[in-house]
T-cell receptor
């Protein structure tokens, strides 16, 4: 089944304790992205990757890191989490349509992160 | 930056009713997408639109790409309880690798 998977689905942690949220897709998509979803703010892009070893900042990259060593995986790293990073996180991937690389994005099930 | 406007924030309808949702922008968009998010899940793509004036259906859902390229609408006909969720519009404004802009979503409630 074509899908985007994220782990963990739920995580409660404390301020400053490094964590990684994994994201994997089995559709051979080139484009992958991370979003956070907060009440009243909608989906905001954190980082994206056009292909292996190519990553770039989205709208809200502060406090996050990503890597894209393989096409299928795009982990999100919080080196020193803070309470304002408590949020619902989504990973997404897409295949190019014509010249547009990030069109019909497929989303993972989400990771609910709480930072105490 | 680019913005997509969806209002109202919430809609309440009776089962069996039709409902229409709008998404507008002050800028021209080249692609319009409609997503639905069920509680506790990630957004799922419902319909994608690529040409101005395009009208596309997916079961009871119909969406149109506005002629001005600054708006799109989504129609749900004969609503059922499982239509409950958040409906997002999204679009590409210009350029091959411009980011996908999302509206803030409309929460739809369906009364049985």
């Amino acid at each position: 089944e074509a899908q985007v998977t994220q782990n963990p689905r739920y995580l409660i942690t404390v301020t400053g304790k490094k964590l990684t949220v994994t994201c994997s897709q089995n559709m051979n998509h080139e484009y992958m992205s991370w979003y956070r979803q907060d009440p009243g703010l909608g989906l905001r892009q954190i980082y994206y990757s056009m292909n292996v070893e190519v990553t770039d900042k989205g709208d809200v990259p502060e406090g996050y890191k990503v890597s894209r060593k393989e096409k299928r995986n795009f982990p999100l790293i919080l080196e020193s989490p803070s309470p304002n990073q408590t949020s619902l996180y989504f990973c997404a991937s897409s295949h190019p349509r014509g010249q547009i690389s990030n069109n019909e994005q497929f989303f993972g099930p989400g990771t609910r992160l709480t930072v105490l | 930056g680019q913005q997509l406007n969806q209002s109202p924030q919430s809609m309440f309808i009776q089962e069996g009713e039709d409902v229409s949702m709008n998404c507008t922008s002050s800028s021209i968009f080249n692609t319009w997408l409609w997503y639905k998010q069920d509680p506790g899940e990630g957004p799922v793509l419902l319909i994608a639109l690529y040409k101005a004036g395009e009208l596309t259906s997916n079961g009871r859902l119909t969406a149109q790409f506005g002629i001005t390229r600054k708006d799109s609408f989504l129609n749900i006909s004969a609503s059922i309880p499982s239509d409950v969720g958040i409906y997002f519009c999204a679009g590409h404004s210009k350029g091959a690798n411009s980011k996908l802009t999302f509206g803030k979503g409309i929460t739809l409630s369906v009364r049985p």
